[in-house]
């Protein structure tokens, strides 16, 4: 399975930006689909997730403000997100849970970078 994040870019603070993971290969079936961020100099942390069933979860720092979702067809995930602060800058990137050849397995996309400024 490969990965592909892209909607990056560089913001004012205040303003939006859409990201978008498409995948391609053959899953059986996905677990979970996430986004996950990294500053610089500072760990991977994850952002949201959303399930194969559809439920999310938000790391409390972007709640009220980004939405994940997915595109159940394929294996594309979005990333909305609002009222982005410096705080937001980062590099993001993608990550499957999925079932493949009988396996449980992790993807990752290649990361898209987001710079927010003040």
């Given at each position: 399975v490969q990965l592909?994040?892209?909607?990056g870019g560089l913001v004012q603070a205040g303003g939006s930006l859409r990201l978008s993971c498409a995948g391609s290969g053959s899953?059986?079936?996905i677990y979970y689909i996430s986004w996950y961020r990294q500053a610089p100099g500072r760990q991977r942390d994850l952002v949201a997730?959303?399930?194969?069933g559809g439920t999310t979860t938000?790391?409390?720092s972007v709640k009220g403000r980004?939405?994940?979702s997915r595109d159940n067809a394929k294996i594309t995930v979005y990333l909305q997100?609002?009222?982005l602060t410096p705080a937001?800058?980062?590099v993001y990137y993608c990550n499957v849970d999925a079932l493949l050849s009988g396996?449980?397995?992790?993807f990752w996309g290649q990361g898209t970078e987001v710079t927010v400024s003040s």
């Open positions: 592909q994040a892209f909607g899953i059986s079936s997730t959303i399930s194969g938000y790391a409390d980004f939405t994940i997100m609002n009222s937001d800058t980062a396996r449980r397995q992790i």
